[in-house]
């Protein structure tokens, strides 16, 4: 499995638009990435994924570098409901395994 | 609210005891997985069903829990016998088919385990 680096921690106003980066230089031609945000007290809950150039939906957009090898997840105009650990997960679409999660990144947000 | 159910929300035991909580998958899917996230920590895989079947899980969990899904829409992870480590937020997680490009993996809102 390809391991992901992220940031530890962002901070944003609210209306700003947050980009975190998720680094996974080894992944492979079979694996897919997925972004998932949690906040306090729940489950992760699905943001995003994407296997390479732009993919977009209504919450978030992905940007994935053309050797795949890194990934921007795009949060326009975040709001204090934004405020969350953002994880960047790279799993296999062949295999089936439960993911493997990180630290992923932790987003604040301020008034 | 998540589509994945979880019951109870939180749990207390003493040291010794045994713990059992409960996972009601999303409609229509048969992956079904346990997570374990200790404070602060990250979410650490503990077992995977596949259509009821146990297809993968870590060493911790063959030797301290039973899991089991005795039907497609409910599913339990049990702990023979409670330690203070066992103290985290056990996620459930259900997807369609637990592979494949369009998983959609949806967890639950977990079940706290405090073990004193």
């Known amino acids: 499995l390809a391991k992901t680096t992220q940031p530890p921690s962002m901070e944003a106003y609210e209306g700003q638009e947050v980009n975190v980066s998720c680094s996974h230089t080894?992944?492979?031609?079979?694996?897919?990435i997925y972004w998932y945000r949690q906040v306090p007290h729940q489950g992760p809950q699905f943001i995003i994924q994407?296997?390479?150039d732009y993919v977009v939906n209504e919450v978030a957009s992905l940007f994935i570098s053309a050797d795949r090898k890194l990934s921007t997840l795009s949060l326009p105009w975040v709001s204090l409901r934004d405020a969350a650990v953002y994880y960047c997960?790279?799993?296999?679409?062949?295999?089936?395994?439960?993911?493997?999660f990180g630290l992923g990144t932790r987003v604040s947000v301020f008034p | 609210d998540a589509a994945v159910t979880q019951k109870p929300r939180y749990l207390i035991k003493m040291k010794g005891q045994e713990a059992e909580m409960k996972c009601i998958p999303e409609?229509?899917?048969?992956?079904v997985f346990w997570y374990q996230q200790k404070q602060s920590k990250e979410l650490k895989f503990l077992i995977y069903?596949?259509?009821?079947?146990?297809?993968?899980q870590i060493d911790m969990v063959k030797e301290r829990f039973s899991a089991v899904c005795p039907s497609s829409s409910l599913c339990s992870l049990g702990i023979r016998t409670c330690e203070a480590e066992d103290s985290a937020l056990y996620l459930c997680?259900?997807?369609?088919?637990?592979?494949?490009?369009?998983?959609?993996?949806?967890f639950g809102s977990g079940t706290r385990l405090l073990v004193i």
């Open positions: 997680s259900s997807s369609p088919s637990g592979q494949g490009a369009n998983s959609d993996y949806t």
């Open positions: 409609k229509g899917h048969t992956a």
């Open positions: 994407g296997y390479k």
């Open positions: 080894n992944i492979a031609t079979s694996e897919y």
């Open positions: 069903f596949q259509n009821q079947q146990p297809l993968d």
């Open positions: 997960i790279v799993t296999d679409i062949f295999y089936a395994q439960g993911l493997t």
